[in-house]
T-cell receptor, first 111, second 111 residues
Framework: ETGVTQSPTHLIKTRGQQVTLRCSSQSGHNTVSWYQQALGQGPQFIFQYYREEENGRGNFPPRFSGLQFPNYSSELNVNALELDDSALYLC??????????FGPGTRLTVL | SQQGEEDPQALSIQEGENATMNCSYKTSINNLQWYRQNSGRGLVHLILIRSNEREKHSGRLRVTLDTSKKSSSLLITASRAADTASYFCATDALSNYQLIWGAGTKLIIKP
């Protein structure tokens, strides 16, 4: 049990729509990373936030955006959804060590 | 792109046997981590090994790292049905924030 929560657990959207996924923790981890995991694949790094600023970004287009709030909760926003965006979206929190603590994920299906 | 490559892709063994999974990576790293994922849910951190370490133990887990061969192995001794999961290695090759993942090894423990 990592103490990291994500909402919603499942989501179905249609192409062109927008989606917001949320991540939070009871502990004050100051770094949050978001990953996309397609079925049968390893996670792909989307971006990371540290103290409310984007701290690095993977190979994802600008329609993937994020926010981190003062209470260290975070959002991942995806605009203009495409079929290939269907995946498990994971957030991971990190404190002062190299270990990342993952939430259970949000499974997004785009029809 | 994926940095790590796990081998084998799938492994099925009898309960009580040992399971060995391998991971190879392409560039220099600061550390390598192993994670477990049950049924497409969140990832659970198992163990981290730093580039200056060669072997590390945690309970029934034993991890080795050979930086000259850019490879790591995860050994699970005395396997249990509850060990059935996918196992991923992740490296921090590009920076200390972006973890790069392999596609995972799917481990099935037969009772």
């Amino acid at each position: 049990e990592t103490g990291v929560t994500q909402s919603p657990t499942h989501l179905i959207k249609t192409r062109g729509q927008q989606v917001t996924l949320r991540c939070s923790s009871q502990s004050g981890h100051n770094t949050v990373s978001w990953y996309q995991q397609a079925l049968g694949q390893g996670p792909q790094f989307i971006f990371q936030y540290y103290r409310e600023e984007e701290n690095g970004r993977g190979n994802f287009p600008p329609r993937f955006s994020g926010l981190q709030f003062p209470n260290y909760s975070s959002e991942l926003n995806v605009n203009a959804l495409e079929l290939d965006d269907s995946a498990l979206y994971l957030c991971a929190l990190q404190g002062n060590t190299d270990t990342q603590y993952f939430g259970p994920g949000t499974r997004l299906t785009v029809l | 792109s994926q940095q790590g490559e796990e081998d084998p892709q799938a492994l099925s063994i009898q309960e009580g046997e040992n399971a060995t999974m391998n991971c190879s990576y392409k560039t220099s790293i600061n550390n390598l981590q192993w994670y477990r994922q049950n049924s497409g849910r969140g990832l659970v951190h198992l163990i981290l090994i730093r580039s200056n370490e060669r072997e590390k133990h945690s309970g029934r887990l034993r991890v080795t790292l050979d930086t000259s061969k850019k490879s790591s192995s995860l050994l699970i001794t005395a396997s249990r049905a509850a060990d059935t999961a996918s196992y991923f290695c992740a490296t921090d090759a590009l920076s200390n924030y972006q973890l790069i993942w392999g596609a995972g090894t799917k481990l099935i423990i037969k009772p």
